[in-house]
């Protein structure tokens, strides 16, 4: 049975029809169009699909779109502003943190998400938040180091 | 120069936005495809029912396709068909049986649920060591003692070297089951052309002309009638490169019900796709007093599962453990029996790596057990060992190009300073804290062409790559290759290549791959071959069209070409300030040809195509582990990388790529298992089962490159992809048996998970 559902994604609203059953991650792909997450295993561990609610990193697999109704979403189309990539996007990038990119949005929202909420995280805990996520390219080391760049930009 | 640069990748700006384009992300509203698929190992199907409303496919409808044999011409191969979905019995759990049809995912999962198999169960044989016993049942009729390939060489005089050695040194070596756990899962989707009467199928492959050939020999159609791209991939790491019995489902549906359709493997399914590693090695190697080895026994096991992958067999892992088994060392007596066994277990296909991981392990963990049995420095024995001149012919008559095997040893211990660890781990012994250094030193065969390919005798011959490159009228390049990279960031690195080719800037070349309607026949990108193949292609075709404009530019400044210098996008009198803009001479060839120079085609386009023999890269891992005695939890605390893969065209993408191997081979060393129950029922099927490592358990690995030159690659590259894999589980196994030596543990079995390192302590404590 479908029910209408206000989604707010990247400061957008998207009144969409969907079963209760769908989750915020097909929702987010299916409905509103933003293909940007990415579902690794749908069952809340690879991270891939973490987007920000009310500027919290969840993983949009393990939420249903009608838990998020009139929630502010943000998502990996959201982060650049316009030609202007965010400073994750672009520490990212210029320190080699992604290779196939297929859990790259998942790592920018996590690291922008943890980031903003407390912007002076030492290099234990950056690791610590890191963990939450898998990449299956990197072996880590540029994510970390792409995180860190833009810990200072962002401060 | 732009080779040699760390220029941060052209790739990167859309995966950075969001704006990437995977397969799901295409598949978006077409019709869904859900695989109904085994829960038994073995059994006989007895009968498919299904809920009225559905549409279901079963190996009855797709009676026209013939079963999928890929083929080896050797005496020694016994070829096993699979049908594309089951057929009468299912032979692995997680098979594809029927395969049901919706207008959405949610309702092709819901109505796959709902159909019902009503399969007999038969005892299935899944173990290694089970598969080989004389009662074990038989996975195929056809095929005794369930011996898919059991191939064998001796060398002459090898007995006697064997039996007249001072010392002989067993290692019985095993790797378990592994899955590549690509980030995004498989998948392809079909879109029906009904004007063209042709299929385009966007899939998640490493090698999109190869899939088309599959599929259109399976389907009887002409390769026109099918067009495959490959979009962005989401990690493929060689389980994309065989063929997905899914795949040609997909296209079949999409012709017969004229509409688009598409199939999206989950987690669950992915762990059932194709499988790794599964081998037991067992290794004597006869020394002679000096601690040189004379001579070593093989004894190769691989469990493949129940068929063969498409194209290149279940004997690419056997078959490349006999002939690269001795590795980097120097001897000339060799024995091996290498066997290829079929288990009801899931399909094996190369991952990265393949056999390499498990035969650097072995031969690795062979070294330093001879090094303790002699009182030899595990250091010591490797250098007494390695090959030192080049080119080399190793005892299987592969040559080894210029490398630098000793120096990357004698650089490690430099970097790790072994003699101060050595020191410690004796302060730490006596303070009950178990430190350990393991060292491993391999060759990595990469870039190999089509005379490496057809001693293996497949029905196909893989090897060259062939690039298309043409200035446009504007100046701006287009190559066009038949490699089809995956996060590799080929597109950054080819684009090195040609700007310094032509001096123009990296910016002013597109390269296009992944798609059989734009690129040239290749097969695309995998054992560690892109940049040398696909590389040199490039290089080749660039220097042609450099060729032809020095000729025009020549007419047109009225200087020698041997005068010419192509620099910042002019082509330049040497030593004068004379000079003509590169996109003057593009539009001159295509807009004045009533001004090219004589003979000289109008336009700029060239075709090369380059296939070489191959060529070896080089490492030596370090790993320094501790071990806790209690939980027999192994923590990695550095790691060390020595790499020499020739010339580094984008250090940056380089050490990515070093980078991620490790992590991998990390995995397979200590977490990564997929773990089957003896009725054949793969137990883990989700990433809280299967664990790859996250960052806590990947050490900051520190990398170090030297640079031999080597004439087996024109651009004096070699690959790399492979070998942080390759090289990384010896390491740590090593560093672990260094770590409990005083127990007298030795560790030779991957992964060492906690359960296993805790049992060998166990064992061990009770022994005292």
């Keep these: 049975m479908k029910t209408p559902v206000k989604l707010r994604v990247n400061g957008q609203a998207h009144e969409i029809f969907v079963e209760p059953r769908k989750t915020l991650a097909d929702a987010l792909r299916d409905d509103c169009g933003l293909t940007g997450t990415h579902l690794g295993c749908e069952h809340g561990v690879c991270g891939a699909c973490t987007v920000l609610l009310d500027g919290d990193p969840v993983r949009a697999c393990l939420m249903f779109a009608i838990q998020c109704q009139d929630m502010e979403i943000r998502t ?15 520490a990212f990038w210029e320190k080699h943190g992604l290779q196939c990119g297929f859990c790259t949005p998942g790592f920018l929202m996590l690291a922008v998400g943890a980031l903003e909420r407390k912007p002076d995280m030492d290099e234990e805990e950056l690791k610590e938040m890191l963990s939450s996520n898998l990449c299956r390219c990197t072996g880590y080391q540029n994510i970390l180091a792409a995180v860190r760049a833009a810990q200072a930009e962002m401060q | 120069m732009w080779v040699g640069r760390r220029l941060r990748r052209v790739e990167d700006p859309s995966l950075l936005r969001g704006e990437g384009r995977f397969v799901a992300d295409v598949a978006r509203g077409c019709g869904a495809i859900r695989f109904v698929r085994s829960p038994f190992a073995r059994g006989r199907i007895l009968s498919i029912e299904a809920p009225e409303e559905a549409t279901v496919i079963t190996a009855d409808d797709l009676a026209e396709i013939p079963p999928v044999k890929p083929m080896l011409h050797r005496d020694d191969f016994i070829p096993v068909e699979q049908p594309i979905l089951a057929k009468e019995q299912v032979t692995y759990a997680g098979q594809p049986i029927a395969a049901v049809i919706a207008p959405t995912f949610e309702e092709a999962e819901d109505l796959a649920e709902m159909v019902f198999v009503d399969i007999e169960p038969l ?8 598969a080989l016993d004389e009662t074990a049942p038989l996975v195929h009729p056809h095929v005794p003692a369930n011996t898919v390939i059991d191939a064998s060489l001796t ?6 070297a064997f039996h007249g050695a001072a010392y002989h040194v067993e290692i019985d070596v095993r790797s378990r089951r592994e899955n590549a756990t690509p980030l995004e899962a498989r998948g392809s989707h079909a879109a029906f052309d009904p004007r063209e009467n042709r299929v385009t199928l966007t899939a998640s492959t490493q090698g ?8 259109a020999d399976l389907l009887g159609i002409p390769e026109s009638e099918l067009r495959v791209i490959a979009p962005d991939v989401g990690g493929a790491f060689g389980q994309k490169y065989s063929l997905a019995m899914e795949d040609v489902v997909t296209v079949w549906a999409a012709r017969r019900f004229r509409r688009d359709v598409a199939w999206i493997e989950d987690r669950r399914e992915n762990f059932a796709s194709f499988h790794s590693r599964d081998q037991r090695y067992i290794v004597t190697g006869a020394f002679d007093e000096s601690g040189k080895l004379r001579a070593m026994r093989a004894d190769v096991r691989c469990n493949v599962g129940a068929y063969s992958c498409y194209p290149v067999t279940c004997g690419v892992e056997p078959l490349m453990a006999m002939a690269e088994l001795p590795g980097p060392y120097d001897f000339r007596n060799y024995a091996v029996r290498s066997r290829a066994v079929a288990s009801n277990a899931c399909p094996i296909a190369p991952y990265r790596g393949v056999s390499r991981p498990v035969i650097t392990l072995t031969l690795e963990r062979l070294m330093d057990k001879a090094a303790a049995r002699m009182g030899i420095d595990p250091v010591e024995i490797r250098r007494r ?10 005892v299987t008559g592969l040559v080894y190009d210029q490398g630098s095997y000793v120096e990357s040893l004698d650089r490690s211990v ?6 101060r660890f050595r020191a410690d781990q004796r302060a730490a012994w006596e303070q009950g804290r178990y430190i350990g250094i393991g060292f491993s030193t391999f060759s990595e065969r990469t870039g190999y062409g089509t005379s490496a390919f057809a001693a293996r005798k497949m029905d196909i011959t893989l090897g060259y790559e062939t690039i298309d490159l043409a200035m446009d009228p504007s100046g701006s390049v287009e190559v066009r290759v038949g490699a089809s990279p995956h996060g590799q960031g080929l597109r950054t690195s080819l684009s090195q290549l040609v700007a310094d080719e032509l001096g123009i800037d990296p910016k002013d070349v597109r390269i296009v791959h992944g798609d059989t309607d734009r690129t040239p026949y290749g097969w695309g990108t995998f054992a560690s071959r892109s940049m040398v193949v696909s590389g040199g292609a490039t290089k080749l075709g660039a220097t042609e069209l450099r060729r032809r404009l020095a000729d025009i530019a020549s007419e047109t400044l009225e200087a020698a070409v041997d005068d010419l210098q192509f620099h910042e996008g002019k082509v330049l009198v040497r030593g004068t300030d004379v000079g003509v803009p590169i996109r003057d001479l593009a539009r001159l060839a295509y807009h004045r040809s009533d001004k090219l120079p004589p003979g000289e085609e109008p336009g700029l386009r060239v075709k090369a195509t380059y296939d070489p023999a191959g060529t070896f890269s080089n490492a030596c891992h370090v790993a320094l582990v501790e071990v806790d005695l209690e939980t027999g939890a192994v923590a990695v605390q550095r790691f060390v990388v020595v790499e020499d893969a020739g010339v580094l065209v984008n250090p940056m993408i380089a050490d990515g790529q070093v980078h991620g191997g490790v992590a991998q081979g990390i ?24 664990l790859p490592p996250t960052i806590a358990e990947v050490p ?24 942080g894999t390759i090289g990384a589980p010896a390491a740590i196994l090593n560093a672990i048996t260094n770590a409990l030596s005083p127990l007298g543990i030795e560790v030779n079995e991957t992964p060492a998970t906690p359960e296993r390192i805790q049992k060998l302590i166990r064992q061990a404590q009770g022994a005292l």
């Design chain 2, 700 to 723: 900051l690995i520190e990398i170090d490159h030297l640079v031999s030159e080597s004439d087996a690659t024109i651009t004096g590259a070699k690959g790399l992809g492979e070998g």
């Design chain 2, 414 to 419: 430099q970097l790790v300073d072994l003699e």
């Design chain 2, 155 to 160: 060398t002459p005089g090898f007995d006697a």
């Design chain 2, 385 to 394: 060992n390695l090959v030192r001149e080049f080119p080399y012919t190793s």
């Design chain 2, 208 to 215: 999109p002309h190869m899939l088309r050939t599959a599929l």
């Design chain 1, 76 to 90: 990996v189309e959201g982060l650049a502003d316009g030609e202007e990539l965010h400073p994750m996007q672009r």
């Design chain 2, 123 to 130: 005892d299935p044989v899944v173990d290694l060591d089970h």
């Design chain 2, 667 to 690: 995995a397979s060393a200590l977490y990564e298992e997929l773990v089957y129950d003896s009725d054949g029922n793969l137990l883990t099927t989700s990433l809280m089962d299967y």
